[in-house]
């Protein structure tokens, strides 16, 4: 008897569109009736299933491989079904087998959105007990997770006062983007404060609308990303940290860090030193790998780096990377 186990998953970057498809999974021992099992879906499967389409067109060469869904009412089907053993796939997906025994620089290898993807996993037959193998990655250890927050935080802080220095200067289009760039890590860290890893730039906006935090951040949020004036913008997002230094000393990570919306040294510009939340979360961190790394999050964490984070073949230059930053202080020039 042939022991499998099916889901439906995710679909895998730019090989499909528009329509249904699924992940199979098969032992070892069994994985060679793959195209046996294939040709009995192409002659039982239905041609379209909830009005989405079941058939797939061949790979386009125009357009990076990808499959489209297409309706058809007659012939065999083409069904989007990709089958793997359970290692295989995890080895292709995010580039390790054994996901139950991982290293804390394993996790920042990996892109934020798979592990989204695999977390969110819907099995709909577990015969291979695939549920209790992905137990392990449900979210981030907590070394790693307080890292990733005081990274999000450093970040800010570091930036913090030039909403306000760049329109001061006349430089408006500056002024936004650094919005832009606060406004992101602020919504980052909403979602790290929640334990919800983040999705890649098409869905992290619809994410973060949906996250289960007080709506004043998300309406702050909007009103400095779409604020035409450097006063309007500068309140709307400082008012924004606030309520994000507020959901830090909510959810007791540290002893409550104490801020106020006050002036950056003296001058006309408002802050709340969120390098204090950073500083605070940083001595949570002692004694761990981490606790004289950089503040630089992980590449997930930059938009759209893509190139980087998703092909598991730098997965391992990624991970020496933070490894050389963990021996930095180590190592004589």
């Keep these: ?16 569109c528009g329509g249904l498809g699924f992940i199979f999974f098969l032992e070892e021992k069994e994985i060679h009736r793959k195209e046996q099992i294939l040709d009995v879906f192409s002659k039982e499967l239905p041609y379209t299933y909830r009005g989405y389409s079941v058939h797939f067109s061949s790979p386009d060469p125009n357009d990076n491989g990808v499959r489209h869904g297409e309706y058809i009412e007659a012939g065999r089907v083409n069904p989007l079904i990709f089958m793997y053993t359970p290692e295989s796939f995890l080895k292709e997906y995010i580039g390790k087998t054994d996901v139950s025994h991982l290293e804390p620089l394993d996790w920042l290898s990996f892109s934020e959105h798979r592990l989204l993807a695999l977390s969110k996993r819907e099995l709909y037959w577990d015969a291979l007990h695939l549920q209790e193998k992905l137990k392990g990655i449900s979210y981030y250890p907590e070394t790693v997770w307080l890292y990733l927050l005081a990274s999000c935080w450093a970040v800010i802080g570091q930036e913090q006062a030039f909403v306000k220095r760049c329109g001061m200067r006349g430089d408006d289009i500056g002024s936004r983007i650094i919005c832009g760039r606060i406004a992101e890590r602020l919504m980052r860290l909403c979602f790290l404060y929640t334990k919800n890893y ?91 790998i981490f606790e004289k790394m950089p503040p630089v999050g992980t590449f997930s964490q930059i938009g759209n780096f893509t190139a980087a984070t998703e092909p598991v073949i730098y997965q391992k230059a990624v991970a020496n990377f933070y490894r050389s930053l963990a021996l930095a202080d180590e190592e004589t020039v």
């Design 1 to 16: 008897m042939v022991r499998i186990s099916w889901a439906m998953m995710m679909r895998y970057p730019r090989t499909t």
């Design 198 to 288: 983040a999705p890649y730039s098409k869905w992290f906006g619809t994410a973060f609308s949906n996250l289960p935090i007080d709506s004043k951040i998300k309406e702050n949020i909007g009103q400095a990303m779409a604020a035409d004036t450097i006063q309007k913008r500068e309140k709307a997002l400082v008012q924004a940290q606030a309520l994000v230094g507020e959901m830090h000393n909510q959810s007791d990570v540290t002893e409550p860090v104490s801020f106020s919306i006050t002036h950056y040294f003296n001058r006309d510009i408002q802050v709340i030193y969120a390098d204090r939340f950073a500083e605070a979360i940083y001595g949570k961190l002692k004694g761990t």
